[in-house]
């Protein structure tokens, strides 16, 4: 079945640090990739997302490619803000009718000023 | 356009009380899931609707838990005898379509506490 792995939290950095959060994944066919964000006392809304190998979605100032080859879809920002702290969840949708959505278990990010 | 949306925001019950819990998906959202968030955890799935196809009810944790959902649209969760395990933030999100690739959009969540 289709399956997403997150690197385990929490993950704390400074500032202005560089934040890399893995996420492999499994799936069969070719499914669409996304992340989430969770923001404290907040509902899950939308990060980023991408269709297709080789897509990169991007959003306030995170990043992640569609990696077919290694099937990973790691989320990268080059400099973190503590407005950033939040929990990140990797997910997939199988584009293949009958299959569900699957979340990764999420992480923990908390930036210090 | 109206996002999903769920009532009540918060839910306080006695243990052995039934609750019920609504949510209202995005017009034309074929796709509805129920997710529960215990605190600090990630999300555990419990069921899953499309269209008029049987739903996906693989993830509900008992037969305590059973959900509806009326003419294509609203949904409605149901916890009977509510246990103080039950305690959690109940999460709602529907998709236009299951299966193929599209993104869920998830409501602000029911919080349940089981006193």
């Known amino acids: 079945g289709n399956s997403v792995t997150q690197m385990e939290g929490p993950v704390t950095l400074s500032e202005e640090a560089f934040l890399t959060i893995n996420c492999t994944y499994t799936?069969?066919?070719?499914?669409?990739l996304f992340w989430y964000v969770q923001y404290p006392g907040e509902g899950l809304q939308l990060l980023l997302k991408?269709?297709?190998?080789?897509d990169k979605g991007s959003n306030k100032g995170f990043e992640a490619t569609y990696r077919k080859e290694t099937t990973s879809f790691h989320l990268e920002k080059g400099s973190v803000q503590v407005s950033d702290s939040a929990v990140y969840f990797c997910a997939l949708a199988p584009n293949n009718y009958g299959q569900n959505f699957v979340f990764g278990p999420g992480t923990r990010l908390s930036v210090l000023p | 356009g109206a996002g999903v949306s769920q009532s009540p925001s918060n839910k306080v019950t006695e243990k052995g009380k039934d609750v019920e819990l609504r949510c209202d998906p995005i017009s034309g959202h074929t796709a509805l899931y129920w997710y529960r968030q215990s605190l600090g955890q990630g999300l555990e799935f419990l069921i899953y609707f499309q269209g008029n196809s049987a739903p996906d009810k693989s993830g509900l944790p008992s037969d305590r838990f059973s959900a509806e959902r009326t003419g294509g649209s609203v949904s409605t969760l149901t916890i009977q005898r509510t246990q103080q395990e039950d305690s959690a933030v109940y999460l709602c999100?529907?998709?236009?379509?299951?299966?193929?690739?599209?993104?869920?959009?998830f409501g602000p969540g029911t919080r349940l506490t089981v006193l």
């Open positions: 999100a529907s998709s236009p379509r299951e299966g193929y690739g599209n993104e869920q959009f």
């Open positions: 991408a269709t297709k190998a080789d």
């Open positions: 799936a069969t066919g070719y499914p669409s």
